[in-house]
């Protein structure tokens, strides 16, 4: 979800009460980043790009 009103631009959140869902995908993905190579290494790769930790979980989530 976007937070933008004219020229204000604030950070971009995820939202829309699927809450069980997104804790589900977050815990399973917390799991992917220590045993599952892929997943290790494109999370890694985000972080060494300089994206925020929630970012790099966050797309490692949808990957």
Same mark, same amino acid.
């Given at each position: 979800? &976007? +937070?933008?009103? #004219?020229?204000? %631009? #604030? +950070? /971009? !959140? @995820?939202?829309?009460? /699927?809450t069980?869902? /997104?804790?589900?995908?977050?815990? &399973?993905?917390?799991?992917d !980043?220590?045993?599952?190579?892929? @997943?290790?290494v494109?999370?890694?790769? !985000?972080?060494?790009? #300089?994206k925020?930790?929630?970012?790099?979980?966050? &797309?490692? @989530?949808? %990957?």
């Amino acid at each position: 979800m &976007a +937070r933008e009103s #004219g020229q204000f %631009k #604030g +950070r /971009r !959140l @995820i939202t829309g009460d /699927r809450t069980s869902v /997104r804790c589900v995908l977050y815990m &399973a993905t917390m799991i992917d !980043l220590q045993y599952n190579p892929p @997943i290790k290494v494109f999370y890694h790769n !985000l972080k060494t790009k #300089g994206k925020p930790t929630k970012v790099a979980i966050t &797309a490692s @989530i949808k %990957k």
